[in-house]
């Protein structure tokens, strides 16, 4: 679609120009609604080696993307669950509201592995390709706000980003979207000091877990082989920006 003067975004990173008529704050306000939603069903853990594991992870992942893209990450809130259900996923919604799945930690067996898959969540929601989605879908819709004039917020456009951002735990995201969230999120990995080549490993071992669960990255990502492929091309980058973090006086 194209993107006229009242609704025209840019995607950092990537520099990719995208369709968006929801304001970054009225996202924000539908990620905490649908957080809080997803979360009321969910058996979330609070201690223990595996929440102190993806607080330590998600920590230096959310100063990274605050680095590299302050912008889009101004008016976070970060948030990083950890659900104790065997099923392989994991997301982000906007606003940084995410969780990672018990059943995701046991498969990403190093903090290098963990932080490219959250470096991939964090930069759907960086990216914004929930917010474009609802766009495409429900622009008519949305113009006229979030919230109705009695200052419900609506109710089915916190569904639509639950979805949308992969929290109902079906795939949601294009190939092009994946590839996209590859990009910026291998970026991010490395910013917060964790090998990017880690992505390799990681992602093959998704692809061999894959037929057995309905978890966000498998069914519409790239091939595998285009997949390695393109990160491959994206290494030298991603380990320029790894060896600078490396440097960084803490
Ligand atoms: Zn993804």
Known sequence: MACGPQACGTVPETGRSQFNVLSAGAERQLGAEAYAETLSGARTLSTGPEFDRVQRVGRRIAEASGRRYPKSVAGFEWQFAVIDTPEVNAWMLPGGKSAVNTGLLKLATSDD??????????????????????????????????????????????????????????????????SEADHIGLMIAADAGYDPRASLSFWKKMAANGANAPFEFLSTHPSDETRVKRLEQLLPKAEAVYAQAKNRTP
């Open 113 to 178: 592995e963990l932080a490219i898959v959250m470096g991939h969540e964090a930069a759907h929601a960086i990216a914004r390709h929930g917010a474009e989605r609802i766009s495409r879908g429900m622009a008519a819709e949305i113009v006229f706000g979030v919230a109705s004039a009695s200052g419900e917020i609506d109710p089915v456009l916190v569904d639509a980003t639950a979805t949308a951002y992969g929290a109902m735990g079906e795939t949601a995201f294009s190939r092009s979207e994946e």
